[in-house]
């Protein structure tokens, strides 16, 4: 049996959006505090993520993406020097302050590591309680609190730099992964299996018809047990057949119940029943290597809760 990583940075709580803003830095001391309480900290094998290499963060998004982001970080920086405001909004719902672009680099850059440690086999699985999330973010667009695609970059990483030739991408957030999608849709090396509130934030979800990607789109309201036999009927027999060499998850906790942000009914034990499914396939087809990072969930209670029946099963404790 294998160790589990816990990948984090102090950065992460420097990247904030504003007063109230739910995408907060409290979301990761709540989960912090929750692996204190619990003692499974003690299972988790603890590391300080490094930023991402330029290079890496441009397998997945366009060099201008990148440089108009460094800019505006640059001017920002300056004008705060001088004076001016600590936070600029790139739409309604993202903004960036002074430590955003180092926050989104770490963020990235925790999922490479991650990627790198399981397939060098010093970790059997790990998750990443990264700040900003990253399923948002298109190949040449930040949106919905996301900037940089954690795991679409991570999961071309395995693909360009470490010669994998199948990997997953789960993804549970209640809302779609419209960047995900466009970064990997067509890219046949990478099968991306999602549900999702629909219609919802963003753009009433998919867009694109690309065979590797499974869809389900499932109405507010929709419970834990319903979400589970979708699961079973629609993602297994794709990923089984798929047979993937790393299993990548976006994994949001904002479909739980009590998350105002979304109206799906999940509840702790459906992300266990999700995660031990997952980590059995892992099992069969890639050696166990999983390499799950954070995205949404929003009421603290719900996604410190979520992310400790998420981290037992990975951790098998
Ligand atoms: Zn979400």
């Not at 993602?235 to 790393?246: N, Q, S």
């Not at 890639?286 to 099963?313: D, F, K, M, P, T």
Request: aromatic letters at 8%.
């Amino acid at each position: 049996m294998g160790a589990t990583g816990y990948f984090t940075h102090p950065d992460f709580w420097k990247h904030e959006m504003g007063p109230g803003h739910p995408e907060c830095p409290e979301r990761l001391s709540a989960i912090e505090d929750r692996l204190l309480i619990t003692g499974l900290d003690l299972a988790l094998t603890r590391r300080e993520a490094a930023p991402a290499a330029l290079a890496d963060i441009e397998l997945a998004h366009g060099r201008m993406h990148v440089a108009a982001l460094r800019g505006l970080s640059d001017v920002l920086r300056e004008d705060m020097a001088a004076g001016g405001p600590t936070h600029t909004a790139l739409d309604p719902d993202t903004s960036i302050n002074a430590w955003t672009w180092d926050a989104a680099l770490r963020s990235a850059g925790a999922a490479i590591e991650a990627t790198d440690a399981v397939i060098a086999g010093e970790l059997e699985n790990a998750f990443c309680a990264v700040r900003p999330p990253g399923h948002h973010a298109c190949r040449d667009k930040a949106m919905g609190f996301c900037f940089f695609n954690n795991v679409a970059i991570a999961a071309k990483h395995a693909v360009e730099r470490h010669g994998l030739q199948r990997v997953a991408i789960v993804d549970f957030d209640v809302h779609h992964g419209n960047g995900t999608e466009d970064i990997v849709a067509g890219d046949e090396r990478i099968l991306m299996a999602s549900f999702y509130q629909h219609p919802f934030y963003p753009e009433g979800g998919s867009i694109s018809n690309a065979p590797n990607l499974v869809n389900v789109p499932v109405p507010a309201y929709t419970k834990g047990m319903d979400v589970r036999e979708l699961i079973e009927l629609m993602w297994m027999p794709r990923l089984e057949a798929f047979k993937p060499e790393l299993i990548f998850i976006s994994a949001g906790f904002d479909a739980h119940r009590e998350d105002d942000m979304g109206q799906l009914g999940l509840v702790e034990q459906d992300y266990a029943w999700i995660t031990r499914r997952l980590k059995d396939l892992a099992d069969r087809h890639a050696q166990g290597r999983i390499v799950s990072c954070l995205e949404g969930g929003y009421n603290l209670s719900a996604l410190a809760r979520s992310v400790e029946a998420h981290l037992r099963v990975l951790a098998d404790v």
